[in-house]
């Protein structure tokens, strides 16, 4: 990048270089006698037998005085450093580029640097090659040069450092400066495993990077235990980068959770006594991750990672991002990360390029984020080219350009991005930014699938699944889905995929109880029905539970297994016997531990009684603490209890809260309010565009309550096409909401279909589909006996809060279904229906009144209707009153009232806790 391009950083930077320009030594080398400090390789090294005054005698004087940290002294090593390396000392040479590219006795000069490191490496010093080939390969003066690096990691290989041949060989793994070559890269991962394994242990730096090629799998198979005996022994050979690397297995969990603590001490021991600015930078974001961190400690080590390395400012850069260190600096936390992706950090760069893209800190500057995140693609950072490739492909920050996207897609993808092989595979397969070539697309595919990432998988599974932009393959499909599912980063959705695609049962079940495990709550919702079709065994059932209980015990724990395994516990079933306490204790458990769906099932069982002693006023504060938190499914629940407290409006405020974060079932509660005028005025176009907008989100009772407003005609004229539509919306796998009605709609032409509409929605609790059951029922009269009394008691139970209920128990008086006919009760029923607005109570009502020749009374109930938007109660009213005597005429309507619900949706508002249980599996 042109010095122009960085040139707006230079007032936030001064403060960073300098503190990289001001010398950093540790507090105890600990090097054996033998033994020698080499501040450039952070590590001790054998030390050589020399005349005194002999050119190494100086270096080792050099190299000891730069060590003892002082201006003065550090000026009198370069001096010696100069003389020594003039004289073709080639180890001077490359202390001497060290001392400058750290700017460890002044200003950083990379240029100069690289200058003596390729001086040290045309007199045969291996680590002088190393240096050259990094302060190209990084960019520190300018922009990367990974061509420019390859000369001197060959040289380097060639004068048998085993070090060399592995940093060469990554360079042909990854396509850095030379052609994607893992033929080249095997050879040459070879050549440096026999050579470290004769250095190490020798040789502290030779160590780590045998550890490196045990831990990455690079020449020799991966070996996380190899691996920290590697490093372990480098450690103790006072190498900084390899007690570093140690602490990064326990911390990575690779030698057991359990061991995780281990990793602050190697961590800090690398940064505090052999000057690895890594081992700094990883103990302080492990200080930096617990509430109770220090931040003059935080500051101490970020200013001493600073200082021994600039590419590692950006742990000062996070402390000023978040004020962790005692105080919060945007512009100053731009500047950081931008010093430290200068000095070759890619992850440095990427945050330096999202801030600077969005302006925090800094002008906003696209098309200089991009560019920075293709500078660190040109480090080697896949995962910077990637974002850089979809900055080109959005459009957004730079112009569009698909073919550049593409070429970035496809380069991050060697440089070990699945995110990059994923989109590149995509590209290839519509041909955009180049050919279409489903070759190629499967081999991208292939290659982002094997870097361990499930999402990749997917969409390779998926493309061969749906035939999109190839020929359709079920086995390739399954093969996908099963390497999504079983990734080193698994995705949930592949085993949900396998679990639907396979036609092994057993082998389902258990691919969705992983998905479930993984978080995907829809693999959830059916596993109790999995298994009782795969006729599970002792021992599937039992590993199903316990893959749930093991996402359940994760940390953080994965919500949909928690409730999930809750569930199942609360209301048994074919994988468990019910055992509701148990249901209780763990979605408790859960909630404790942050898992918000949890915390809402405790709730439900607190308000329903179900596995533990029912008490509303401890589930209404949980619910007003998830409801705080932002969990619009509390407030609603919360509004639920509330109206049953008779605090309507809070209710109402708490419903539009709900619906407005987007809760399709929070606009139908509103939609009732407004159409009740409960809690919020009387408002029904108002209603009736919340019940739109809930049944167009999915709602199935807002579906349900639009339908009838359509049937009867309420604030537009009937419609019953449109009705029947939205019952049907309302009534399929997932939802009963409209059932009843639906079988009402279609019982002439479809009395079969009917007849299992209704008994569907008499199942779930809904009075009219047990009587439409009831009388659908021919064949067999206890049967129909039985629904009619069901329908009854139902209609009886819900009367108390439900207006519609009451409506039903008006015709179920006037019908005799479940009771005697008894026309006065009828007449009760309807009045009590009508006062509480609903318009079937109101126009039955009516009807009651009129043929008993009280007009009067008939007029009101139909008034109300029409109050409501019915136009056929406006007519009736019209009728009757133009037959009443003068004296009684006009209008006996009004808008107050307190009614409590609205024909079908009645059981929308009292039953959302009901119907929330349902939900669970069974």
């Known amino acids: 990048m042109t010095g122009r391009a960085w040139a707006w950083t230079a007032a936030a930077l001064t403060f960073l270089l300098?503190?990289?320009?001001?010398?950093?030594?540790?507090?105890?080398?600990?090097?054996?006698?033998?033994?020698?400090?080499?501040?450039?390789?952070g590590a001790c090294v054998a030390r050589q037998a020399t005349p005194k005054a002999s050119p190494s005698a100086r270096y080792y004087d050099a190299s000891a005085r730069l060590d003892r940290g002082t201006a003065a002294e550090a000026a009198k090593a370069v001096g010696i450093l100069t003389a020594t390396c003039g004289a073709r000392h080639a180890p001077s040479c490359t202390l001497l580029g060290f001392v400058l590219e750290r700017g460890r006795a002044g200003a950083r000069d990379p240029a100069a640097a690289a200058e003596r490191y390729q001086r040290g490496c045309e007199l045969g010093d291996a680590d002088g090659c190393l240096g050259a080939a990094s302060v190209w390969a990084l960019g520190l003066t300018g922009d990367p040069q990974p061509a420019k690096a390859i000369a001197p990691l060959t040289r380097a290989c060639a004068l048998g450092s085993g070090r060399g041949c592995y940093v060469l060989a990554e360079k042909y793994a990854v396509a850095l400066g030379v052609p994607e070559d893992d033929r080249q890269a095997a050879t040459l991962y070879a050549q440096a495993l026999a050579r470290l394994s004769t250095e190490c242990p020798g040789s502290g730096p030779s160590c780590y990077y045998l550890g490196l090629a045990y831990r990455d799998g690079n020449g020799v198979a991966a070996d996380a235990a190899a691996a920290a005996r590697a490093f372990a022994t480098g450690?103790?050979?006072?190498?900084?980068?390899?007690?570093?690397?140690?602490?990064?297995?326990?911390?990575?969990?690779?030698?057991?959770?359990g061991e995780r603590p281990r990793a602050l001490d190697y961590f800090?021991?690398?940064?505090?006594?052999?000057?690895s600015a890594d081992g700094c930078h990883a103990a302080g974001a492990i200080l930096a991750a617990r509430d109770d961190a220090d931040p003059a400690r935080l500051t101490g080590l970020a200013e001493r990672a600073c200082q021994l390395s600039t590419a590692a400012c950006d742990l000062a850069a996070f402390l000023y991002a978040t004020g962790k260190g005692g105080a919060k600096d945007e512009a100053r936390a731009t500047g950081a990360y931008v010093t430290a992706c200068q000095a070759g950090n890619a992850t440095a760069c990427s945050a330096a390029a999202a801030r600077i893209a969005h302006g925090a800190g800094v002008p906003a500057d696209g098309p200089l984020a991009v560019r920075i995140w293709e500078r660190a693609c040109e480090t080697g950072s896949g995962s910077d080219c990637y974002q850089a490739a979809l900055a080109h492909q959005g459009g957004e920050l730079v112009p569009a350009d698909p073919a550049r996207a593409l070429a970035l897609f496809e380069l991050g993808c060697v440089r070990k991005s699945a995110a990059a092989c994923e989109d590149a595979a995509l590209a290839r397969l519509d041909g955009v930014g180049g050919e279409a070539d489903v070759a190629r697309a499967t081999n991208l595919f292939d290659i982002g699938c094997a870097l361990g990432r499930g999402e990749t998988c997917t969409a390779w599974g998926d493309a061969l699944r749906d035939g999109d932009g190839v020929t359709a393959d079920r086995a390739g499909a399954l093969a996908a889905y099963q390497r999504g599912c079983a990734a080193a980063v698994p995705d949930g959705a592949a085993c949900a995929a396998l679990a639907e695609l396979t036609d092994d049962r057993r082998a389902g079940l258990g691919a969705a109880a992983r998905a479930c495990r993984l978080g995907d709550a829809r693999a959830c919702e059916a596993l109790d029905d999995r298994a009782r079709a795969a006729q599970a065994d002792d021992a599937a059932r039992q590993a199903t539970i316990a893959t749930l209980a093991e996402g359940c015990a994760a940390t953080p724990p994965v919500d949909a297994a928690c409730t999930t395994l809750a569930g199942l516990y609360g209301f048994g079933g074919y994988l468990v016997t019910a055992q509701p306490n148990r249901g209780h204790a763990l979605a408790l458990d859960a909630c404790r531990r942050g898992a918000r769906e949890a915390c809402l099932f405790a709730a439900d069982d607190l308000a329903s009684g179900a596995g533990v002693v029912a008490d509303t006023g401890a589930a209404r504060g949980l619910y007003a603490e998830l409801c705080d938190a932002d969990v619009p499914t509390a407030c609603l629940r919360l509004g639920t209890l509330l109206v049953d407290d008779d605090r309507a409006a809070d209710a109402a405020r708490?419903?539009?809260?709900?619906?407005?974060?987007g809760l399709a079932s929070a606009c139908t509660s509103l939609g009732f309010a407004a159409y009740t005028g409960h809690g919020v005025d009387w408002d029904v176009p108002r209603a009736r565009?919340?019940?739109?907008?809930?049944?167009?989100?999915?709602?199935?009772?807002?579906?349900?309550?639009?339908?009838?407003?359509?049937?009867?005609?309420?604030?537009?004229?009937?419609?019953p096409a449109a009705a029947r539509a939205h019952y049907q919306a309302a009534c399929d796998d997932a939802a009963s909401a409209g059932c009843a009605r639906l079988a009402l709609a279609i019982e002439a032409g479809d009395p079969a279909a009917a007849r299992a509409h209704a008994a569907r929605a008499c199942d779930d609790g809904d009075p009219l589909g047990c009587a439409t059951a009831a009388r659908l029922t021919t064949t067999d009269p206890p049967a129909r006996a039985r629904l009619a009394q069901r329908a009854h008691d139902l209609a009886l139970a819900q009367a108390a809060t439900n207006p519609y209920a009451a409506y039903l128990l008006g015709r179920f008086a006037a019908d005799g279904v479940g009771t005697a006919r008894d026309r006065a009760a009828s007449a009760r029923w309807f009045d009590r229906a009508c006062v509480g607005r609903?318009?079937?109570?109101?126009?039955?009502?009516?009807?009651?009144?009129?043929?008993?020749?009280?007009?009067?009374?008939?007029?009101?109930?139909?008034?109300?209707a029409c109050a409501a938007g019915v136009a056929r109660g406006c007519e009736l009213a019209a009728s009757v009153r133009?037959?009443?005597?003068?004296?009684?005429?006009g209008c006996a309507?009004?808008?107050g009232g307190e009614p409590r619900d609205l024909a079908v949706a009645a059981l929308a508002a009292a039953a959302l806790l009901i119907r929330r249980r349902r939900a669970r599996p069974a």
Do not use: K, M, T
Request: with cysteine.
């Open 838 to 864: 609903d318009p079937n109570g109101c126009l039955a009502a009516g009807a009651a009144h009129a043929d008993a020749a009280r007009g009067d009374q008939a007029v009101a109930a139909y008034d109300r």
């Open 268 to 275: 800090d021991r690398s940064c505090q006594r052999y000057d």
């Open 18 to 41: 300098a503190l990289g320009a001001a010398p950093a030594r540790a507090i105890d080398r600990d090097c054996p006698a033998d033994q020698a400090w080499s501040p450039n390789l």
């Open 689 to 719: 565009a919340l019940y739109q907008q809930a049944c167009d989100a999915g709602d199935p009772w807002g579906c349900a309550n639009l339908g009838e407003l359509e049937e009867l005609g309420v604030g537009a004229p009937p419609d």
């Open 654 to 661: 708490l419903f539009a809260r709900a619906c407005d974060d």
């Open 882 to 889: 133009r037959r009443l005597p003068l004296s009684v005429r």
């Open 893 to 895: 309507c009004r808008s």
């Open 235 to 257: 450690c103790d050979g006072a190498s900084g980068a390899a007690c570093f690397a140690l602490g990064e297995l326990y911390r990575d969990g690779a030698l057991g959770a």
